[in-house]
Every structure is written in structure tokens, then in C-alpha cells.
């Protein structure tokens, strides 16, 4: 009896996939099992997919350094749905999980989840609603991306890791006024963004990252993964950039023909660095 009972345990779990046998419990506890064509799956949701995605790219902000504790959040979008996933407000990133991911709507109301989602959650959504190319964001408060924030400065441009990824000076968004801070903070968050690029007359998918004065870094791409991807690689440009500063503070600014050169042998369309075929 005990052994049926686990094998009715095992087959009609929810998180059991089979597709050669279904178990039926009988009257009086009798278990038959039968071969059947059907296949018991663990209950799929349509968001499981966008819940992955952001809980891997939060996962890789603690592992690359760029948080501490509760610090930070990344999410991930899907545009057919309209919806997003975001990591919790509060909780420490050891604590994840998929399902703890947050889903929530361009007007940053959350639609499924039990737990509240991210303080910068009207900030991400924002940026989703006005830039529809983009596909994750990831926020930290890694220290030298910070500091220049901070300090509220661009990042000059002064050499070629930097020209790799971006072709312009890391541009710092301006601090916001006292309306702004007192109104809705994180919304406001959201526009000091796309403001700053478009008075500079920037374009969101050439320019991937952003300083917010006072505040810290925020980063986006096609992906969630690239987003957390050029925040790591934000915070090594800041780093370089103070250290060179440090050894001539007259440091010139890299020259623009060197500038064309490294960006657009990665992102032109004459690209070629790396091979041609990726999925090799
Ligand atoms: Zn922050």
C-alpha cells in the first residue's frame, strides 16, 4: 500500500512530466496504474518565460559585483503580452526564485505575483512604454558608475573599451528638480532618462547606459542578459576612466576617427569582429 501510494505521488504530481502511464486512485485506496497517451505537465504559466529570464539576469548582478545586499533589480519584457518581469522589492537576491519574479504592466500595475514589486518599478516601465525596441533593463549602484553619478559627470571617452560598446561620452542625466523628487520620484526617474537622450539627440539602441545624477546607473538591451551585460561593462568603463584621470588629469578625449573605427567594426554594417556565425 505504501508503495502505491508513492507511485500515485510520483505520477500525478505536479511537477512530474510523463507521457507512458497515468495512475487513478480507486475507492478503498486501490491505485491501477494504466498506460495512457497522456502527459501530465507541471502547471505552465504564461509569463514562466519572462520570470526566467529576469530572475537569471538578477542572479548575475550579485555574481559580476555590482550589488550589494538588496541593491539593484533587473527585469525582462514581453511585447505581445505588454507585460514584464521584475525582481521583488527587499529581497536579497540569495532568495530569489523565478516565481518570486513580479509581472507587471507599462503603467507599472502588477498583474500576477505575491510580493510587491521593485521600488524602481515605474522607472523600468516607463522606459518599456517610450522605448519599444528595447527587450530588459537592469538598474545598480556599482561604485565607480555610481560615483560618477555622483560627482555628475559624463564619462569622457578615453579609449577604445569604452568606443567598443558606445560611441559617445556615458551621458549623465541632469538632477531632477524639487517638483520632480517631490511628485512621483521613480517616474520621474524614468523621464530624466529619456529626456537627457533626447535633448542630446541620442538614440536608446546606440546608447545603452546612463548615469542618473545623485542616483546611479541604469542600463537596457534586446535582452535581459544584455542589459545587466552593459552594466557590468559600465562600471569597468567608470573604473578606467577615474583611473586615467587619476595619472593625467588632463587625460584629452579620445579622437573620433579612433571612435568610428572601434564602434562600428562591432556595430556597423561592416562589422567584423567576432565570427561570422555565432551559433558555432
Ligand atoms: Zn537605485
Not at 93 to 99: C, G, I, V
Request: proline share 4%; aromatic share 10%; hydrophobic share 40%.
Amino acid at each position: 500500500m505504501i508503495l502505491w501510494t508513492r507511485l500515485y505521488q510520483l505520477y500525478a504530481s505536479p511537477v512530474a512530466s510523463h507521457s507512458c502511464a497515468a495512475v487513478i486512485l480507486l475507492g478503498g485506496g486501490l491505485v491501477r496504474i494504466h498506460h495512457s497517451p497522456f502527459t501530465i505537465h507541471r502547471k505552465m504559466s504564461k509569463y514562466d518565460h519572462i520570470r526566467e529570464e529576469a530572475f537569471e539576469a538578477n542572479l548575475q548582478l550579485p555574481k559580476l559585483g555590482l550589488v550589494l545586499f538588496t541593491f539593484g533589480n533587473a527585469s525582462a519584457v514581453d511585447r505581445d503580452l505588454g507585460l514584464f518581469a521584475i525582481k521583488p522589492s527587499g529581497v536579497p537576491y540569495e532568495k530569489l526564485s523565478p516565481k518570486k519574479m513580479v509581472i507587471v504592466d507599462y503603467d507599472a500595475n502588477a498583474v500576477d505575483g505575491k510580493l510587491r514589486p521593485s521600488s524602481d518599478t515605474k522607472t523600468h516601465a516607463l522606459l518599456y512604454k517610450h522605448w519599444e525596441r528595447i527587450g530588459g533593463i537592469a538598474h545598480t549602484h556599482s561604485t565607480y558608475a555610481t560615483a560618477w553619478a555622483q560627482s555628475q559627470r559624463d564619462i569622457p571617452i578615453f579609449g577604445t573599451t569604452h568606443a567598443d560598446h558606445i560611441a559617445y561620452d556615458v551621458p549623465c542625466a541632469a538632477c531632477m528638480d524639487d517638483e520632480m523628487i517631490k511628485g512621483d520620484y521613480e517616474h520621474q526617474t524614468g523621464f530624466q532618462i529619456i529626456n537627457c537622450l533626447k535633448e542630446r539627440k541620442l538614440s536608446y539602441e546606440e546608447v545603452e547606459m546612463i548615469l542618473v545624477a545623485n542616483h546611479a546607473p541604469f542600463t537596457w538591451g534586446d535582452t535581459a542578459a544584455k542589459a545587466v551585460y552593459n552594466s557590468a561593462v559600465l562600471e569597468n568603463i567608470a573604473q578606467m576612466a577615474f583611473l586615467t584621470e587619476q595619472i593625467n588629469c588632463c587625460s584629452p578625449r579620445m579622437k573620433d576617427s579612433l571612435i568610428r573605427k572601434h564602434f562600428e567594426r562591432k556595430h556597423g554594417p561592416d562589422s567584423y569582429y567576432g565570427q561570422e556565425n555565432k551559433s558555432d
